[in-house]
């Protein structure tokens, strides 16, 4: 006897969404929010403008998920750095993946999230709030993790985590500024060794 098999319940999307939403950050990343329209972005994601509405809603919305992305993956190093064993060590990790992330052979110049940080204010305020909570996830973070520091004797006891979790990350923002602007690992390379030189900068 037989047996019966339901059909598919919807229709196939006929492409790969991670592979799509790859190619959009990667779109994203280059040329910025408002340096790009959906028809930009379906193109480079080798699919038709209904497909993403259905897939990953408006350009909004495509646009929190590539930021997720790149959270995840090119900007991992900020979750990697903070296990290493000294607040030095958190701090040398934290601005060498900055620096391998925003000048990445065969990648976009920069980072994605300035990016997103200088546009901010032609955005609405749902992205303008995933942004913020972007930043503010990571500060925490760096945060507590030089609170742990100091309460362990690694940091000195008046070293304020908060200050310096905020230095660590206008440093990383410079770097990808400077990224941006066409300067070479090797250049940028010469200011993190000394603001490593002077660390903590109390």
Not at 74 to 84: D, F, I
Not at 182 to 192: F, K, N, P, S, W
Request: net charge negative; with cysteine.
């Amino acid at each position: 006897m037989g047996t019966s098999q339901s059909a598919p319940i919807g229709r196939p999307r006929g492409f790969d969404a991670d592979a799509a939403l790859e190619r959009a950050m990667l779109v994203f990343w280059e040329r910025g929010y408002d340096g790009v329209s959906l028809s930009d972005l379906a193109r480079s994601m080798g699919i038709t403008k209904t497909s993403l509405y259905a897939a990953f809603g408006n350009k909004d919305d495509l646009f929190r998920k590539a930021l997720e992305r790149y959270a995840e993956g090119p900007a991992g190093y900020g979750a990697q750095a903070l296990e290493q064993p000294t607040a030095r060590e958190v701090a040398a990790a934290y601005l060498a993946g900055s620096l391998a992330a925003t000048t990445y052979p065969g990648k976009p110049a920069g980072c994605l999230a300035v990016q997103g940080f200088v546009a901010a204010a032609h955005l609405d305020q749902t992205l303008r709030d995933a942004l913020a909570h972007y930043r503010a996830e990571d500060r925490a973070r760096l945060r507590d993790r030089f609170q742990r520091a100091i309460d362990e004797g690694d940091l000195p006891a008046g070293a304020d985590p908060d200050v310096l979790a905020r230095h660590l990350m206008t440093t990383a923002d410079g770097i990808a500024v400077q990224a941006s602007g066409g300067a070479t690992r090797d250049e940028i390379q010469l200011v993190t060794d000394a603001i490593l030189r002077s660390w903590p900068p109390l």
